[in-house]
């Protein structure tokens, strides 16, 4: 019997039906062995040295794969088609080696683009080694990333608390998202007008014709730039005839877009569907692996991760067997169309994304698909068959028309563009994700020397807008644009950024939070040759290079290592000192913006002698004066709507709003490290006073006594629950508003509610909640895991209301961000539970959270704390953030 290994078990089943009895189908569960989360994993002075630990479930996989592959005939490594499932052949084949299972045993390697049973049978006809030169390009990878993040990581730690961790393409990432938001900021709007003439034909049909020039001078985007002169040119018009002096019709093409690549996949569902990276490579991943159609398992698409652009001849033949007989011949080009990748650093081994079956269409396959999956399947088929459409067929149509007045002339063009034959566009239109484009309708017949009529002219004043911040799909396209990192890895890089707090999401669009600008700040100014595009896109050359057989991986370590490590050393006499001087200046502009009246804004507005600078503290960083401890003014490092400064002035004693009317307790306005609060008394000795933070969308401007002494009553009293006699009470809390009774919440629409809402509306709320929460059966867990190695019972993965957890028992452990559900191995699961539980993994050695090279777990311990020098102390206020653990760096 032979011995087939595959990553996934849904793979392994549905293989080894296709291959039969005479073989054995195992499954590896992704990686069997990782770096140990440790410093000397990786031994630049030992050439290079590599430690590879099997984690626990790695342990038990590789028992059964080698029990097996001693009684085998024949090993069958049939991993994943790409760099990683490269390597984890490679892993797999090193350990039974190591174990002696195989002696003399044949082994082959196998690959295929689609679990179908020909694409499976024929890979088996077409036998090959382990391709080394690929695994030499992992070993190289995984080595810089480790290097990179073992020991950049901890100069953050030291140098910049609050920092967490840095990464190789991570950090290049971050600091596109940073470039991105500083441009805006040094963005100053610049006003100008436009001119547009509502026109009539002979036949009094509209058209809309705009200002192109004036008495022989070219009008443009921005040549009028007050509302004066706009206002002159359209008195003139206004007093002016108007004919046609010349028409063109200029037939265009539009041909459609390739076929998926990873990387454009991930783009366009985001667009399209809404779908962030990863979510699109777990749904990508599940109809690769295959759906139960008919009682059969099929492989929906070929594999996801791919840069290639290219089909097989067969697919393109089907394709184009689909266009004839479902949209016509005239919808077919005469042959078909091949495409060719345009991204830096492409590596087209492989196919493009497209169905296994392109005669499967979405409506057959749909009733057997869970809502994801269905729209991914069908914007994949989609895109594929239109990519083998004929073009679309264009007219644009200029008319240029001659305005002459009293005083003079002026040109005018109206432009349109009319669709004669819509091709491909039948099927597909790729998104945008910026939409400017402005060609116009369709345009009636005009003839040159055609009078028209004049109905209206109007001038409209505009001002030019900043670049807009990234999406996420559209990040991936700069990133795939400028050859920084591997789209395989992109989803994994826009966890790490999230997870790690450095950005957060805004109405889909990607805002650097404080924390992330400091660490790109930091890395610009002492590691700037790390996140220079260039030299990470160079990088990545190289490791192409090494894929390809052309550079030594060792060689490109030792170059990278030479002057990275020097880098590392030249920091270790770094003062946070120097540290907070440089980033005072690089970030000037965002922390110290110009005040209105022209004043330094580096002036403390308190005490009017002190400087303003940047500092760290224990949970952060914050602005405060050089003059603590005779001044103590404070401020965060930008406020909590997300605008920098916030140069709202509150004294280092707060602003008094007033008394309480009830107790003639003072009500004070102050301002702390993490926003302006309110509270009722002093800070004198005694009873702590009681505080308020300031709600989100509320702002120190429009607070008076009255709201302060609002925010300072909460919880509130709402009234006595019927059933129970029990105190029903509104408050706000870490999630927004929300009412409570008997340790039951329901939540309320908004803030103002809170002060507001009578008992009958909070007893219906909260029935509403109970019937909702009563009304669901308990979710079937989206993985099993298996029993806990230690305390028994069955680990498992949920999809909760505030994302995915681990469940052992009563314990239930929140599923780092960074680590897809479908991913988490029984060691991750165990830490998570220990730590939730408060207590220590069974077997320490062994049981921390490890991650893959894409998922980047929580490991490594923060080096000790060192007292930290002399800085401002920020006043206590109503809510401090939650500590955080130190981490281990990101894989990329």
Same mark, same amino acid.
């Given at each position: 019997? =032979?011995?087939?290994?595959?990553?996934?078990?849904?793979?392994?089943?549905?293989?080894?039906?296709?291959?039969?009895?005479?073989?054995?189908?195992?499954?590896?569960?992704?990686?069997?062995?990782?770096?140990?989360?440790?410093?000397?994993?990786?031994?630049?002075?030992?050439?290079?040295?590599?430690?590879?630990?099997?984690?626990?479930?790695?342990?038990?996989?590789?028992?059964?794969?080698?029990?097996?592959?001693? *009684?085998?005939?024949?090993?069958?490594?049939?991993?994943?088609? =790409?760099?990683?499932?490269?390597?984890?052949?490679?892993?797999?084949?090193?350990?039974?080696?190591?174990?002696?299972?195989?002696?003399?045993?044949?082994?082959?390697?196998?690959?295929?683009?689609?679990?179908?049973?020909?694409?499976?049978?024929?890979?088996?006809?077409?036998?090959?080694?382990?391709?080394?030169?690929?695994?030499?390009?992992?070993?190289?990878?995984?080595?810089?990333?480790?290097?990179?993040?073992?020991?950049?990581?901890?100069?953050?730690?030291?140098?910049?608390?609050?920092?967490?961790?840095?990464?190789?393409?991570?950090?290049?990432?971050?600091?596109?998202?940073?470039?991105?938001?500083?441009?805006?900021?040094?963005?100053?709007?610049?006003?100008?007008?436009?001119? &547009?003439?509502?026109?009539?034909?002979?036949?009094?049909?509209?058209?809309?014709?705009? &200002?192109?020039?004036?008495?022989?001078?070219?009008?443009?985007?921005?040549?009028?730039?007050?509302?004066?002169?706009?206002?002159?040119?359209?008195?003139?018009?206004?007093?002016?005839?108007?004919?046609?002096?010349?028409?063109?019709?200029?037939?265009?093409?539009?041909?459609?877009? $390739?076929?998926?690549?990873?990387?454009?996949?991930?783009?366009?569902?985001?667009?399209?569907?809404?779908? !962030?990276?990863?979510?699109?490579?777990?749904?990508?991943?599940?109809?690769?692996?295959?759906?139960?159609?008919?009682?059969?398992?099929?492989?929906?698409?070929?594999?996801?991760?791919?840069?290639?652009?290219?089909?097989?001849?067969?697919?393109?033949?089907?394709?184009?067997?689909?266009?004839?007989?479902?949209?016509?011949?005239?919808?077919?080009?005469?042959?078909?169309?091949?495409?060719?990748?345009?991204?830096?650093?492409?590596?087209?081994?492989?196919?493009?994304?497209? $169905?296994?079956?392109?005669?499967?269409?979405?409506?057959?396959?749909?009733?057997?698909?869970?809502?994801?999956?269905?729209?991914?399947?069908?914007?994949?088929?989609?895109?594929?068959?239109?990519?083998?459409?004929?073009?679309?067929?264009?007219?644009?149509?200029?008319?240029?028309?001659?305005?002459?007045?009293?005083?003079?002339?002026?040109?005018?063009?109206?432009?349109?563009?009319?669709?004669?034959?819509?091709?491909?566009?039948?099927?597909?239109?790729?998104?945008?994700? =910026?939409? =400017? +484009?402005?060609?116009?309708?369709?345009?009636?017949?005009?003839?040159?020397?055609?009078?028209?009529?004049?109905?209206?002219?109007?001038?409209?004043?505009?001002?030019?807008?900043?670049?807009?911040?990234?999406?996420?799909?559209?990040?991936?396209?700069?990133?795939?644009?400028?050859?920084?990192?591997?789209?395989?890895?992109?989803?994994?890089?826009?966890?790490?950024?999230?997870?790690?707090?450095?950005?957060?999401?805004?109405?889909?669009?990607?805002?650097?939070?404080?924390?992330?600008?400091?660490?790109?700040?930091?890395?610009?100014?002492?590691?700037?040759?790390?996140?220079?595009? +260039?030299?990470?896109?160079?990088?990545?050359?190289?490791?192409?290079?090494?894929?390809?057989?052309?550079?030594?991986?060792?060689?490109?370590?030792?170059?990278?290592?030479?002057?990275? !490590?020097?880098?590392?050393?030249?920091? @270790?006499?770094?003062?946070?000192?120097?540290?907070?001087?440089?980033?005072?200046?690089?970030?000037?502009?965002?922390?110290?913006?110009?005040?209105?009246?022209?004043?330094?804004?580096?002036?403390?507005?308190?005490?009017?002698?002190?400087?303003?600078?940047?500092?760290?503290?224990?949970?952060?960083?914050?602005?405060?004066?050089?003059?603590?401890?005779?001044?103590?003014?404070?401020?965060?490092?930008?406020?909590?709507?997300?605008?920098?400064?916030?140069?709202?002035?509150?004294?280092?004693?707060?602003?008094?709003?007033?008394?309480?009317?009830?107790?003639?307790?003072?009500?004070?306005?102050?301002?702390?490290?993490?926003?302006?609060?309110?509270?009722?008394?002093?800070?004198?000795?005694?009873?702590?006073?009681?505080?308020?933070?300031?709600?989100?969308?509320?702002?120190?401007?429009?607070?008076?006594?009255?709201?302060?002494?609002?925010?300072?009553?909460?919880?509130?009293?709402?009234?006595?629950?019927?059933?129970?006699?029990?105190?029903?009470?509104?408050?706000?809390?870490?999630?927004?508003?929300?009412?409570?009774?008997?340790?039951?919440?329901? !939540?309320?629409?908004?803030?103002?509610?809170?002060?507001?809402?009578?008992?009958?509306?909070?007893?219906?709320?909260?029935?509403?909640?109970?019937?909702?929460?009563?009304?669901?059966?308990?979710?079937? $867990?989206?993985?099993?895991?298996?029993?806990?190695?230690?305390?028994?019972?069955?680990?498992?993965?949920?999809?909760?209301?505030?994302?995915?957890?681990?469940?052992?028992?009563?314990? !239930?452990?929140?599923?780092?961000?960074?680590?897809?559900?479908?991913?988490?191995?029984? +060691?991750?699961?165990?830490?998570?539970?220990?730590?939730?539980?408060?207590?220590?993994?069974?077997? $320490?050695?062994?049981?921390?959270?490890?991650?893959?090279?894409?998922? *980047?777990?929580?490991?490594?311990?923060?080096?000790?704390?060192? @007292?930290?020098?002399?800085?401002?102390?920020?006043?206590?206020?109503?809510?401090?953030?939650?500590?955080?653990?130190?981490?281990?760096?990101?894989?990329?």
């Amino acid at each position: 019997m =032979d011995l087939v290994i595959v990553e996934s078990p849904a793979k392994a089943k549905t293989i080894n039906k296709y291959l039969g009895s005479n073989y054995q189908v195992l499954a590896s569960y992704g990686h069997v062995r990782d770096l140990p989360s440790k410093d000397g994993s990786v031994r630049p002075d030992d050439d290079f040295s590599m430690d590879w630990e099997l984690d626990a479930k790695g342990k038990k996989r590789m028992a059964d794969i080698t029990a097996a592959a001693r *009684d085998a005939d024949r090993l069958i490594l049939a991993t994943d088609p =790409d760099r990683e499932g490269e390597a984890i052949s490679w892993h797999v084949l090193q350990i039974l080696r190591e174990k002696k299972a195989l002696r003399d045993k044949p082994v082959e390697r196998v690959v295929f683009n689609a679990i179908t049973k020909n694409a499976i049978l024929d890979a088996m006809k077409h036998p090959r080694m382990i391709d080394e030169a690929l695994v030499d390009a992992y070993l190289a990878r995984r080595a810089l990333d480790y290097l990179v993040g073992f020991n950049l990581s901890p100069v953050l730690w030291r140098k910049l608390p609050g920092a967490r961790s840095a990464g190789r393409v991570q950090s290049v990432a971050l600091r596109l998202v940073c470039d991105r938001e500083s441009e805006i900021e040094r963005f100053r709007p610049q006003e100008y007008w436009s001119v &547009l003439a509502q026109l009539a034909t002979p036949k009094d049909l509209p058209v809309q014709a705009r &200002l192109v020039g004036l008495d022989g001078r070219k009008i443009e985007r921005l040549t009028i730039g007050e509302g004066d002169e706009a206002n002159a040119v359209k008195a003139r018009l206004e007093s002016a005839t108007f004919s046609v002096t010349g028409v063109e019709s200029r037939p265009q093409k539009r041909n459609p877009q $390739p076929p998926f690549t990873t990387s454009t996949l991930q783009q366009e569902a985001q667009r399209k569907l809404g779908f !962030n990276a990863s979510r699109t490579m777990q749904v990508a991943q599940r109809l690769y692996e295959g759906i139960e159609l008919g009682g059969e398992t099929v492989g929906l698409i070929t594999y996801m991760r791919t840069d290639g652009v290219d089909m097989a001849p067969e697919a393109l033949a089907a394709t184009r067997d689909v266009i004839g007989s479902e949209y016509g011949a005239r919808y077919l080009p005469q042959s078909p169309r091949q495409y060719h990748a345009k991204a830096k650093n492409a590596q087209e081994a492989h196919e493009a994304i497209r $169905p296994t079956e392109l005669s499967r269409l979405p409506k057959d396959v749909s009733r057997y698909l869970d809502r994801d999956q269905e729209r991914l399947y069908e914007l994949i088929w989609k895109r594929t068959i239109a990519s083998q459409m004929a073009s679309a067929e264009m007219e644009r149509t200029t008319v240029d028309i001659l305005a002459k007045d009293p005083k003079g002339q002026a040109e005018l063009r109206a432009t349109g563009t009319v669709v004669r034959f819509d091709g491909f566009l039948t099927l597909y239109q790729e998104g945008r994700d =910026d939409d =400017d +484009d402005d060609d116009g309708g369709r345009l009636p017949a005009m003839s040159a020397g055609d009078a028209l009529g004049r109905k209206t002219i109007e001038a409209t004043q505009h001002f030019t807008e900043p670049p807009p911040r990234y999406t996420e799909a559209s990040l991936i396209k700069k990133m795939e644009e400028l050859g920084i990192g591997r789209p395989s890895t992109y989803a994994a890089t826009m966890g790490v950024l999230r997870e790690r707090g450095y950005v957060r999401d805004d109405k889909k669009r990607l805002v650097p939070e404080d924390k992330g600008r400091l660490v790109t700040s930091f890395l610009e100014n002492f590691f700037r040759r790390y996140v220079e595009y +260039d030299f990470t896109a160079d990088l990545e050359e190289k490791l192409d290079g090494i894929s390809a057989g052309i550079l030594a991986w060792k060689d490109v370590l030792r170059d990278f290592w030479r002057d990275f !490590n020097a880098n590392i050393g030249e920091t @270790k006499e770094l003062r946070v000192s120097d540290v907070l001087d440089a980033l005072n200046d690089a970030l000037g502009d965002f922390i110290f913006p110009a005040r209105e009246d022209g004043s330094d804004p580096r002036t403390c507005p308190v005490c009017d002698s002190g400087r303003l600078s940047l500092k760290l503290g224990k949970f952060g960083s914050f602005i405060g004066c050089s003059n603590y401890p005779e001044c103590r003014y404070t401020r965060q490092f930008s406020d909590p709507n997300g605008e920098a400064g916030g140069n709202a002035t509150i004294s280092a004693e707060g602003t008094v709003l007033g008394q309480d009317p009830d107790t003639a307790v003072p009500v004070v306005l102050k301002s702390g490290r993490f926003g302006p609060y309110v509270q009722l008394g002093s800070d004198e000795a005694g009873d702590k006073p009681k505080r308020a933070s300031l709600p989100r969308g509320w702002t120190v401007e429009q607070l008076d006594l009255e709201a302060a002494l609002k925010l300072l009553s909460l919880p509130r009293p709402v009234g006595v629950h019927p059933e129970t006699g029990k105190e029903i009470v509104a408050g706000i809390g870490r999630y927004g508003p929300f009412i409570q009774h008997d340790g039951k919440y329901a !939540n309320l629409e908004n803030v103002d509610e809170v002060f507001t809402v009578g008992a009958n509306r909070a007893i219906t709320l909260l029935a509403e909640k109970q019937s909702r929460g009563s009304s669901r059966t308990a979710a079937a $867990p989206l993985k099993e895991l298996g029993e806990h190695p230690a305390l028994g019972g069955p680990v498992t993965v949920h999809e909760g209301r505030y994302g995915p957890y681990i469940k052992h028992g009563k314990v !239930n452990a929140t599923l780092p961000k960074s680590v897809p559900p479908q991913d988490v191995t029984m +060691d991750q699961a165990v830490a998570l539970i220990a730590e939730k539980a408060g207590k220590t993994p069974v077997k $320490p050695t062994r049981a921390k959270a490890k991650a893959s090279p894409k998922k *980047d777990a929580d490991t490594e311990k923060a080096p000790a704390k060192k @007292k930290a020098p002399a800085k401002a102390k920020a006043p206590a206020n109503a809510k401090a953030p939650a500590k955080t653990k130190a981490v281990e760096p990101a894989a990329e």
